[in-house]
């Protein structure tokens, strides 16, 4: 009987193996920029991602900006009951 065991570092963040097509010219431009830097390509890749997440996280869409501006805007309680009562007050308008 054989018993193995592995050591897991709790600390590593757990990656996923991602497939991508690119551009000939895109894949010699990576792998000339990660020789450059001395790190692998995969890194540099990793490391382009997680930039552009952290710039659309920190500079949302103009509608996801709209909905962080104006949350809690309004203080009338249920939207949809607010809604319902304008609503209402407009066919009693002549």
């Known amino acids: 009987m054989v018993i193995s065991f592995t050591i897991i570092d709790i600390n590593w963040i757990a990656m996923v193996r991602t497939v991508i097509s690119l551009d000939l010219e895109d894949k010699a431009w990576l792998d000339r920029q990660a020789k450059r830097e001395r790190i692998p390509m995969t890194r540099l890749v ?3 991602v997680q930039r552009l997440r952290h710039e659309a996280e920190a500079n949302p869409s103009g509608f996801v900006r709209l909905l962080r501006e104006t949350s809690g805007a ?3 309680g249920d939207g949809l009951t607010y809604q319902r009562k304008l609503r209402g007050e407009w066919g009693k308008r002549k």
């Open 46 to 48: 990793q490391r382009a």
């Open 74 to 76: 309004g203080h009338f």
